[in-house]
């Protein structure tokens, strides 16, 4: 979020320096200002929309498929969050897991929504098949 932030700031900042030099420019006159902010515009947006495209294709390339190699997905998950994933399969609930673990049920909690996360799933019946369909469990 800070880097698109930083990125977008950049060229606001860039494209208020085009406007500066616009000024000293023989282009400075009433007629060709209005052209001008146009072109200014749609490249800001193009640069933009180029950027954008390339920074969420990167971080969005790691959708969960089940015909994906699982060994991918079981590294993303930590020792306990697999752990935990596990006794979610069988059907536990937080307090039973924080148990057997000899962790709070705070640290399941967060343990689960990681899992939740990192499996992109919205429940946890859901993280179980997913679990499944990708044979980490």
């Known amino acids: 979020m800070r880097q698109t932030i930083l990125i977008f700031g950049g060229l606001a900042a860039a ?10 420019t023989i282009l400075s006159s009433q007629d060709s200002s209005d052209v001008f902010i146009i072109i200014a515009g749609c490249l800001f947006i193009l640069i933009g929309f180029f950027i954008n495209r390339f920074l969420y294709t990167k971080s969005s390339a790691k959708v969960i498929s089940p015909d994906s190699n699982s060994t991918d997905y079981r590294a993303d998950l930590s020792k306990q969050e697999h752990r935990v994933l596990l006794l979610m399969a069988d059907g536990l609930s937080n307090m039973e897991i924080a148990n057997s673990l000899f962790i709070s049920e705070s640290t399941v ?13 919205k429940r946890r019946t859901e993280a179980v098949k997913i679990g499944r369909d990708l044979g980490i469990i």
């Open 15 to 24: 494209i208020a320096l085009l406007f500066q030099l616009s000024k000293l």
């Open 109 to 121: 909690k967060t343990h689960v929504s990681r899992v939740l996360g990192k499996l992109n799933a």
